[in-house]
C-alpha cells in the first residue's frame, strides 16, 4: 500500500499579477528538472497544504502547486468584507493554469486535481488538450445540478440528519426550498456576523462529511473564521453560477480526452462527490483507467485512494511528455 512521499519544502515561490486585481501565490517543489505537474486544489477557495507536495516523487517531479483566486496565500482573500467575486471563475482558473505554465517555461504538463480541482482539470484539459500529457483525477465532481442538489439540497442529509441540523439552523424554513440561494444572500450580507454564521455552517457541513470516518482535524480547519468565509463564498458563487458551465458540458465533451492518458480515482462510500459522476466519466472516457475504491470516502489522504492517486504519479513519472 503506497503512502505519501516525506515532507518536502518549495525550492522556489511567489505571486503571479493575473490581472482583475488579482495576484496568486504559487510555489515549485521537486526536480527543477523533473518532469513538470500542476496540483489542483479542491473547494473552490481550498487552497493548498504540504501534504499535497507530497503526492509526487520529488527525485521525478517539478511540482508546481498554486492557491486559486481569493483564497489561500492569494489575494485579495474572500475573507475580507470589501472583496467581492465577479472576476473569480472557472475559465478565469484555465487563464491563471496558462499563465503558469508559461512562466514555468513547459511546453506540457502533468494536471492532478481532486474534488472540485477534478471539474477544473477536465475543464482545461478539454480547453487545451494539446498542454496535458496526462490527467489524475479523484472525487469526480463536474457541477451538474444534480450533483449539488445531492449534497447541498437533499440527498447527503438523509445520510447525516444530525450534521444537517447545523448546515440548515441559519435559514428560515421558509427559504429552504434554495439553500444554494439563501446561503447565496447571506454570504454577501453587509453584517459581518451574518457571512460569518452562513460560512461556518456551510463549510462545517463539508468538513463533517468528506473523510469515510469522523475527523476532528478536518472540521476544525473548516470551522477557522477565514477558512470558512473564503471556503463557503467561493464554493457558493461557483454554485449559484453552475460553475460558470453549460448543463453536462464535462461529461459531454469527455472525447476531447480520447488522447490523453488518465487514471480515475474513486471512493465507493463519497458522499460529496457521488461515484456516479465518476462511473459516468469513465463510461464517456473509457480510455482511462477506473479504480473504484471499496472502503473509502472522498479525502485524497484515505488508504485505498492515496494508493491508487500515487501509483498512477509514479507509473506517470516514467513518461517523458512531448515538447510543445
Same mark, same amino acid.
Given at each position: 500500500?503506497?503512502?505519501?512521499?516525506?515532507?518536502?519544502?518549495?525550492?522556489?515561490?511567489?505571486?503571479?499579477?493575473?490581472?482583475?486585481?488579482?495576484?496568486?501565490?504559487?510555489?515549485?517543489?521537486?526536480?527543477?528538472?523533473?518532469?513538470?505537474?500542476?496540483?489542483?486544489?479542491?473547494?473552490?477557495?481550498?487552497?493548498?497544504?504540504?501534504?499535497?507536495?507530497?503526492?509526487?516523487?520529488?527525485?521525478?517531479?517539478?511540482?508546481?502547486?498554486?492557491?486559486?483566486?481569493?483564497?489561500?496565500?492569494?489575494?485579495?482573500?474572500?475573507?475580507?468584507?470589501?472583496?467581492?467575486?465577479s472576476t473569480n471563475t472557472t475559465w478565469a482558473?484555465?487563464?491563471?493554469?496558462?499563465?503558469?505554465?508559461?512562466?514555468?517555461?513547459?511546453?506540457?504538463?502533468?494536471?492532478?486535481?481532486?474534488?472540485?480541482?477534478?471539474?477544473?482539470?477536465?475543464?482545461?484539459?478539454?480547453?487545451?488538450?494539446?498542454?496535458?500529457?496526462?490527467?489524475?483525477?479523484?472525487?469526480?465532481?463536474?457541477?451538474?445540478?444534480?450533483?449539488?442538489?445531492?449534497?447541498?439540497?437533499?440527498?447527503?442529509?438523509?445520510?447525516?440528519?444530525?450534521?444537517?441540523?447545523?448546515?440548515?439552523?441559519?435559514?428560515? /424554513?421558509?427559504? #429552504?426550498?434554495?439553500?444554494?440561494?439563501?446561503? +447565496?444572500?447571506?454570504?454577501?450580507? %453587509? @453584517?459581518?456576523? $451574518? *457571512?460569518? /454564521?452562513?460560512? #461556518?455552517?456551510?463549510?462545517?457541513?463539508?468538513? +463533517?462529511?468528506?473523510?469515510?470516518? %469522523? @475527523?476532528?482535524? $478536518? *472540521?476544525?480547519?473548516?470551522?477557522?473564521?477565514?477558512?470558512?468565509?473564503?471556503?463557503?463564498?467561493?464554493?457558493?458563487?461557483?454554485?449559484?453560477?453552475?460553475?460558470?458551465?453549460?448543463?453536462?458540458?464535462?461529461?459531454?465533451?469527455?472525447?476531447?480526452?480520447?488522447?490523453?492518458?488518465?487514471?480515475?480515482?474513486?471512493?465507493?462510500?463519497?458522499?460529496?462527490?457521488?461515484?456516479?459522476?465518476?462511473?459516468?466519466?469513465?463510461?464517456a472516457w473509457p480510455e482511462a483507467e477506473f479504480?473504484?475504491?471499496?472502503?473509502?470516502?472522498?479525502?485524497?489522504?484515505?488508504?485505498?485512494?492515496?494508493?491508487?492517486?500515487?501509483?498512477?504519479?509514479?507509473?506517470?513519472?516514467?513518461?517523458?511528455?512531448?515538447?510543445?
Amino acid at each position: 500500500m503506497r503512502t505519501l512521499y516525506p515532507p518536502i519544502e518549495p525550492y522556489d515561490s511567489g505571486m503571479l499579477d493575473v490581472g482583475d486585481g488579482h495576484r496568486i501565490y504559487w510555489e515549485l517543489c521537486g526536480n527543477p528538472d523533473g518532469k513538470p505537474v500542476v496540483f489542483l486544489h479542491g473547494g473552490p477557495g481550498g487552497g493548498c497544504s504540504p501534504d499535497h507536495r507530497r503526492l509526487f516523487d520529488p527525485e521525478r517531479y517539478r511540482i508546481l502547486l498554486f492557491d486559486q483566486r481569493n483564497c489561500g496565500r492569494s489575494t485579495p482573500h474572500a475573507s475580507g468584507m470589501d472583496v467581492e467575486l465577479s472576476t473569480n471563475t472557472t475559465w478565469a482558473l484555465v487563464q491563471d493554469m496558462e499563465r503558469l505554465r508559461t512562466m514555468i517555461g513547459v511546453g506540457r504538463w502533468q494536471v492532478f486535481g481532486g474534488s472540485w480541482g477534478s471539474c477544473l482539470a477536465l475543464a482545461y484539459a478539454q480547453e487545451h488538450p494539446e498542454r496535458v500529457s496526462e490527467l489524475v483525477l479523484r472525487g469526480i465532481f463536474t457541477l451538474r445540478n444534480e450533483e449539488l442538489r445531492w449534497f447541498y439540497q437533499s440527498g447527503a442529509s438523509y445520510l447525516f440528519p444530525d450534521i444537517w441540523e447545523s448546515y440548515l439552523a441559519p435559514i428560515p /424554513e421558509e427559504e #429552504r426550498d434554495d439553500l444554494i440561494g439563501a446561503y +447565496s444572500k447571506r454570504l454577501s450580507s %453587509p @453584517d459581518p456576523q $451574518v *457571512r460569518l /454564521e452562513a460560512a #461556518r455552517a456551510w463549510s462545517v457541513w463539508e468538513g +463533517s462529511t468528506i473523510t469515510l470516518l %469522523p @475527523d476532528e482535524k $478536518v *472540521r476544525a480547519q473548516h470551522a477557522e473564521s477565514d477558512y470558512a468565509l473564503a471556503f463557503a463564498r467561493i464554493e457558493n458563487h461557483y454554485f449559484a453560477h453552475g460553475g460558470f458551465l453549460a448543463p453536462g458540458q464535462l461529461i459531454e465533451n469527455a472525447a476531447k480526452l480520447r488522447s490523453i492518458p488518465g487514471v480515475i480515482v474513486q471512493g465507493r462510500y463519497d458522499v460529496c462527490t457521488p461515484v456516479m459522476t465518476a462511473f459516468e466519466l469513465h463510461r464517456a472516457w473509457p480510455e482511462a483507467e477506473f479504480h473504484l475504491v471499496d472502503d473509502a470516502g472522498h479525502a485524497f489522504n484515505e488508504p485505498g485512494i492515496l494508493n491508487h492517486l500515487i501509483q498512477a504519479t509514479d507509473t506517470f513519472a516514467q513518461r517523458r511528455p512531448l515538447s510543445a
